[in-house]
Every structure is written in structure tokens, then in C-alpha cells.
């Protein structure tokens, strides 16, 4: 049990448990120390000093998140001495950065602001030197801008920690610190996985995704084109939050409405084509099963976790399915039969994908993913863009009639729904290949096992007779942990699921910031938002891809069947090894 | 998987000995200063190829590398010239002209401080007393001490080393 202690928090007497922080101590207690660069989910680092405390008996401050509690001790959290230098500790971060908050990106949504705000900075005693760095405008999908950092270090602890893909570092020293990649090369020349993870836990607007939005509203004006959306399963979980609502609302219908507004002709979603992936995937599985192929099969889904196949697993992409992704075996299909169907020249079909996620941009540039020569996805924009171009087309989202999706690419069933929560492609995968293996309907559909936010989650069915064993890994970092286990047992496993984000796509790497009373990446909102589409998926009537009619009709009327011709030709890729080599250093070993 | 560096450069198979020594010790990556020392004791400097090498033999990322390499002043990032010239900023240099003396190197080699001359031949350094303050101001090519110096005997010193290389290429 753990031992209890007693602490004075501004004279008031508390239980708590010793081996813990001042900081989590306070928060249970209901005071909110401010803070910059802690994070609950990362190492910590005491670089801003933003959340010091006044302990008696101390001779300086303390730095909160990083000082453990003790028997007796006297805290106080709101000193007048206390208020005035954390404000001069905000003021001097402020002073080094570029005051342009009313042009930034993040105005209004920035922490950095917020906490100016909080600390009561009304006027500014000083001009301080400002950094003057080139962005690094490289990358498909994140933008880099040193002039914005604060150095609080997130960026580089979620890279390292989380995701171990270790993509950035910090480099020189002093006030010349700049996080960037090694050799402080172009972002795209680097092991960046494109997740977009930097950008959620970033403060200021140092790390921001590659915005489509203002060629995307031209583009809408242009009469020229047919403008076709899609949206991933997880935007609709989330969007809600980027206009202040609580999360957990499921908005696919608002978000269908709000897109016919702002001028697309056709709304569709990918959710359907999710189900088409598991369509493919579960057939590919079942070959594999027979021995046509190597096992465990690992999804394809996630294109953050592809680019980390590439560059950090070369040995295991002959386990990885060859499907695309939903999203671009949507932007296929909408190239290609969707023109037919419309009898429209597909280079006039303008294929947009709006997406959780900021390595989609990544992975719709990839060339190997290009149908007859045209890209599928032409501009893919996340949530966050697709809610600001909304409120800056003055649509009233918050208020809006809910529309459905368009034919013939808008019915989906629950399995398509779920993909967007981690474990959700898994269970959505096995209810198919339950049934397609066996011939029997699946009774208990819903498989809990792979649902949650546990880092590895494992699994079992029985086909006929016959133990298929699953595992599930949400974020590289869990994916890593699981990885390492395959190479070292390839009989261990049947099938796995990665996704590259933690929570899977609902913590993609273009989901709304967090808002003022939630951290980034915070459990209790990824949850939400999961619930939200398993949610969707109980209210469905059709909970199984291959019972959606859409697909069925796609298949009878132009795919054929499943890792058919026309399939192999459009729905399925292959991936190479890609430098540079990712490197994830082994877990520090204590002597 | 490694992704190591195919060479047969007799330096990087030093290099990797020395690595293949500290290589599966605890905590193994906690080396990385003394190897990059290595590295700069053999090529002079910390080369691309050999930090990407250091990567993958001790299995830290190259992002860390970088962080390191650039936190200390003592690690150079580009090739040093066939001659290292140091120059001498400290007080009694600087009183006594050390000003005009690194104009003087500048205009002549056409690189400032930490920068090595297009033909590879010259890289210039600053130094804080060379502990020859009676010869001041002074200069150090390769170790080799050159004291009381005017602008044009700057000149003459590097025209001095440029003939001698002229004349070894001829010979050669």
C-alpha cells in the first residue's frame, strides 16, 4: 500500500500519496499549477520553469512537475512574489518569440498565448532578440518553424518516446538551440514518419501542418472541375471539437452538409471504402491462412506507420498487406468508376480527402499510388484545415441540417466506422473473415479484446477449428515493442494491426488542439472520441463490410471479386525500403 | 537491420574496431563523446558518412548524434584545410593588432573564422593565447608558432606555403 503523507497546500491540509509530484498532487487537488512544458505522457524535462512553487524552507523555487512531495511539506501555489516572477518567466519566453500572433496559425489556439493571458502579461518591459531561421517547408505534411519554438521539448520527447522514431533532436546550444532533424536536413530527407504527432503537443505554432486550405477554396471556385470529398471515419469523431464542443460528438452528417456548402459536388465516405479494405484485407488474410503468403499479416492502413515500415522494418514488409489504404482506394474509385458512372473525364474530377491525419498528405503524394497516371487523392486537408475553412466560409457548422453522403459511394456499415479507433480495422477485419471462412454468421460481433487504449492489446478467434491468434499496437512506439516480439517469434501471431498514432486515427496528427482545459493527446478524449464511432457502429443496422450494398454492388458492377484483376490493379501496392534507416536505440539499461 | 556503410577506408575499419570494443557494454550509447573524439582523431573532423556509421554500429539515432556534435565547439562539422591556421584573439595579441592580422587572413584566404578556403588548402581558427604573448600578435600554422606579424608578413607566410605545395605537386 502506499504510504500517506501529509502536505500544506496555501495552509490547508492534504492527504496524499507519497512518490508523487507536487504538480500531480495539486492537480488532484484541484489547483491547476501552470505549466508549459510538462506533459502527463512524457518524460519530464523542467525546462520552462513556468510551474514553480513556493516550498517553505527552500531557498529558490521549485519546479513543480519535477519535485517529489514530502511528509510536512508547506506549498504555496499563487504568491504575489510567486504570480510576478512566473509572469517574468512567461515574459522572457515571450520576448524571444516573433509577436505575431494575429497573423499565426494558432491564434486563439495557442498555449503559449493562453498562458500570457492566465499569468496576466499586460504590458511587456522588454524587446528581446528574436530568431531568425529559414522554415523548413520540405515535408508533404509537417512545416517546421524554429522561429516559433520555445524549446519546451514535447516535440522531441513524443518523437523519441512515444513514437521512437526519433526524427528530431536538439542541436547547438544556448540560445542558439534549434530542434531539427540530424544534419539538420530537409525534414522530408529525415526518418520522420509524417504523423504529425509534433504538431499536437506543440504550444506555439513551431510545428503546424502543411495547409491546403487556401488553394482548396480556389480550387472549389473553379468551375471546371467536379469536386469530390471523402472523410475518414475519425474526422466525424472529432471535428465538433475545432468549434468548441465537447468531444465524443459523432458529426458525419453536419460534416457531409458543411461540405456541399462550402461547394463540393459529391460527398462520399471512406468509410465505405474501409470497407472495401476489409473486403480485400480479410480475402488476403484468409490466403495467407491457407499459406499463400507470409504470416503474421500486418494492416496497411495507417500511412504514418508505412513510411516507419519503409525506413525502420525492411524485413517485415513482405508480412505487411498489400492493400491501400481506405483512403486511397477511395480516391481510386472515385478516378475511375465513379467516372465512369458519371461519364466524366476523371482529369476533371478534383479528389479531395479530408483526413485526421497528416501523413495522408504524405502517402497521397506517393507516385507509386497513382491510378491511369492521375494522382487518386489530389489535396488531402485534415480536420483542424476543413474547420477553420468552414468558419471562414461563414457556414454555421455548430447549427447545421445534417445531410447524408452521396451515391454511389456513401453507404457504410459499423465495421467501416470503427476503423478510425485502435483495434477497430482488427475486429472490423475478423467479423468478415469469421463469416467468409466459415460460412456462418458471427454471433457475438462485438470483440472487445482489441478495443482500449492499452498499448499492445492481443486476441483470439477460432476459424473453424482453427486458433487465429491477433495482436493490435497503437503509436510506433507500441509498434515497436510489438515488431520486436514478431522478429523474434514469427509464430507468435496471425494477424496485427499498427496504427501510427496513439488511439489509433482518433489521435491523428490533424485532429483539433486541444482546448483550454485539456491536454494534447489527453486519454479521457481520445476515448471520446472512440466511443463516438463505436457508437456509429451500434446504431448501424449493417455492422459487417461485406453485407454493405454499396460494396456489393461495386463488386458485381466493376471490381469482379475480391484479389481479383481489377483489385490487383487498383486497390493493392507495393512498398520498398526507403533511406534513411530508422534507428530506435534499445531501452536504456540501468546498471 | 543496420544500414552500415560500405567502405574500405582503413580509418573507418579503426573506427569500427574501436565501436566493436564498447559495443553490448551497459549502457554502451553513453560512449558516444569518446567515439566522436575518435572519429575526429581520425578524419579531422565528424563526417556525414561517419556519424551515419556511429548510428548504426551503436544503435543511437542520428538526430542524438547531431544534438551532440553540435553542443561542443571542439567537434568540427566540415573538412579542415591541408593547413590549420590558428589565430590568436586573445588581450595582449588583440592590443596589439591581431585585428588587422585576421583582416589581413580573411581578405587573403577569402573565409572567416571555422571556415576552410575553396581549394581545400587553409582553415582558419581562432585562438584565446597561444601562450606566446611576448611575440605578439601571433599566429599558429600547424603547430608552428609565428610571432611579431604585420598584415604583410601575414601575406608573405601564406604565399611562402603556397609555393612550397606548388613545388611538391611539380616534384611529384
Given amino acids: 500500500m502506499t504510504k500517506k503523507l501529509t502536505i500544506y497546500i496555501n495552509d490547508k491540509p492534504y492527504e496524499v500519496d507519497e512518490g508523487q509530484t507536487i504538480m500531480q498532487a495539486a492537480d488532484k487537488l484541484g489547483y491547476h499549477i501552470p505549466r508549459l512544458c510538462y506533459h502527463p505522457k512524457l518524460s519530464i524535462e523542467g525546462a520552462c520553469r513556468v510551474c514553480i512553487v513556493e516550498v517553505e524552507g527552500m531557498r529558490n523555487y521549485v519546479a513543480s512537475c519535477a519535485y517529489p512531495v514530502a511528509e510536512g511539506m508547506k506549498i504555496r501555489t499563487h504568491t504575489k512574489e510567486l504570480r510576478t516572477a512566473r509572469r517574468d518567466i512567461v515574459e522572457l519566453i515571450l520576448d524571444n518569440h516573433p509577436q505575431d500572433c494575429h497573423t499565426c496559425e494558432r491564434d486563439g489556439i495557442c498555449e503559449l498565448q493562453r498562458l500570457a493571458y492566465a499569468m496576466g502579461m499586460r504590458h511587456r518591459h522588454f524587446e528581446g532578440e528574436r530568431k531568425n531561421y529559414e522554415k523548413d517547408l520540405s515535408s508533404a505534411s509537417v512545416i517546421r518553424d524554429p522561429n516559433k519554438c520555445i524549446l519546451c521539448g514535447r516535440c522531441v520527447r513524443i518523437c523519441s518516446e512515444i513514437q521512437k522514431v526519433n526524427a528530431l533532436g536538439y542541436a547547438h546550444r544556448g540560445f542558439k538551440t534549434v530542434v531539427m532533424p540530424a544534419y539538420n536536413m530537409p525534414f522530408s530527407d529525415s526518418v520522420c514518419t509524417t ?78 471504402s474501409a470497407d472495401l479494405t476489409i473486403m480485400e484485407e480479410a480475402s488476403e488474410f484468409l490466403e495467407r491462412v491457407k499459406g499463400k503468403g507470409k504470416l503474421p499479416m500486418i494492416t496497411s492502413c495507417s500511412s504514418a506507420w508505412m513510411k516507419c515500415l519503409e525506413q525502420f522494418y525492411p524485413d517485415l514488409i513482405g508480412n505487411v498487406s498489400t492493400c491501400k489504404s481506405p483512403m486511397s482506394m477511395m480516391g481510386a474509385m472515385i478516378k475511375t468508376y465513379f467516372a465512369d458512372k458519371i461519364k466524366a473525364d476523371p482529369k476533371k474530377i478534383l479528389s479531395v480527402a479530408v483526413m485526421c491525419c497528416t501523413a495522408k498528405k504524405y502517402e497521397a503524394a506517393r507516385p507509386e499510388l497513382k491510378v491511369n497516371g492521375m494522382p487518386a487523392v489530389d489535396i488531402v486537408v485534415t480536420t483542424r484545415e476543413i474547420a477553420w475553412m468552414i468558419k471562414s466560409a461563414g457556414i454555421d457548422f455548430v447549427h447545421i441540417q445534417g445531410e447524408d453522403f452521396d451515391k454511389p459511394l456513401g453507404i457504410s456499415s459499423g465495421a467501416g466506422a470503427i476503423f478510425g479507433a485502435t483495434g477497430g480495422v482488427m475486429e472490423a477485419a475478423l467479423r468478415t473473415a469469421y463469416e467468409l471462412y466459415t460460412g456462418e454468421p458471427l454471433v457475438d460481433i462485438e470483440i472487445t479484446d482489441v478495443r482500449g487504449l492499452k498499448g499492445i492489446k492481443e486476441g483470439k478467434v477460432t476459424l473453424d477449428g482453427k486458433e487465429i491468434r491477433v495482436a493490435v499496437a497503437h503509436g510506433l512506439g507500441n509498434a515497436n515493442h510489438l515488431l520486436e516480439t514478431v ?105 | 537491420m543496420t544500414c552500415a556503410v560500405k567502405t574500405q577506408d582503413p580509418r573507418m575499419a579503426e573506427l569500427k574496431v574501436f565501436m566493436e570494443q564498447l559495443r553490448g557494454t551497459p549502457r554502451s550509447e553513453s560512449n558516444l563523446i569518446a567515439i566522436l573524439h575518435k572519429v575526429q582523431e581520425l578524419y579531422g573532423y565528424l563526417s556525414r558518412e561517419a556519424m551515419d556509421e556511429v548510428a548504426a554500429a551503436m544503435q543511437i539515432p542520428t538526430a542524438h548524434i547531431w544534438g551532440v556534435a553540435t553542443f561542443y565547439h571542439y567537434f568540427k562539422l566540415k573538412a579542415p584545410g591541408r593547413h590549420v591556421i590558428a589565430i590568436c584573439l586573445g588581450t595582449a595579441c588583440y592590443i596589439r593588432g591581431a585585428g588587422e592580422i585576421l583582416e589581413k587572413l580573411r581578405d587573403e584566404l577569402k573565409i572567416d573564422i571555422g571556415g576552410t578556403s575553396s581549394d581545400g588548402m587553409f582553415s582558419l581558427e581562432e585562438a584565446r593565447c597561444l601562450g606566446a604573448c611576448g611575440l605578439a600578435p601571433v599566429m599558429m600554422i600547424d603547430g608552428k608558432i609565428y610571432g611579431s606579424l604585420t598584415p604583410k608578413r601575414v601575406s608573405e607566410i601564406i604565399q611562402g606555403y603556397r609555393k612550397l605545395e606548388a613545388a611538391s605537386v611539380k616534384s611529384a
Avoid at chain 1, 505554432?205 to 475519425?234: H, R, T
Avoid at chain 1, 472529432?238 to 456541399?260: H, S, V, Y
Avoid at chain 1, 493493392?572 to 534507428?583: D, E, F, Q, S
Fill in chain 1, 195 to 272: 504523423c504529425g504527432q509534433c504538431i499536437n503537443v506543440c504550444p506555439t505554432a513551431s510545428f503546424v501542418e502543411k495547409n491546403y486550405s487556401q488553394e482548396l477554396f480556389e480550387k472549389l471556385q473553379d468551375k471546371s472541375y467536379i469536386k469530390v470529398a471523402q472523410i475518414a471515419p475519425s474526422v466525424r469523431a472529432a471535428i465538433g471539437e475545432g468549434f468548441d464542443l465537447a468531444p465524443g460528438r459523432a458529426m458525419e452528417k453536419e460534416t457531409a452538409a458543411a461540405l456541399r456548402k462550402l461547394g463540393f459536388d459529391y460527398v462520399f465516405d471512406t468509410q465505405l
Fill in chain 1, 487 to 591: 522478429r523474434k517469434d514469427p509464430e507468435r501471431y496471425h494477424f496485427i494491426e499498427i496504427m501510427g498514432c496513439p488511439g489509433g486515427c482518433v489521435g491523428g496528427g490533424g485532429q483539433p488542439y486541444a482546448g483550454s482545459n485539456s491536454m494534447p493527446l489527453d486519454e479521457e478524449c481520445l476515448k471520446k472520441r472512440a466511443e463516438a464511432l463505436y457508437s456509429i457502429d451500434r446504431h448501424k443496422t449493417i455492422r459487417l463490410s461485406h453485407n454493405n450494398p454499396d460494396v456489393r454492388r461495386l463488386y458485381r458492377e466493376f471490381l469482379g471479386k475480391p484479389l481479383g484483376e481489377k483489385s490487383h490493379e487498383l486497390l493493392h501496392t507495393h512498398y520498398k525500403p526507403k533511406l534513411p534507416c530508422g534507428i530506435v536505440p534499445q531501452e536504456m539499461t540501468v546498471r
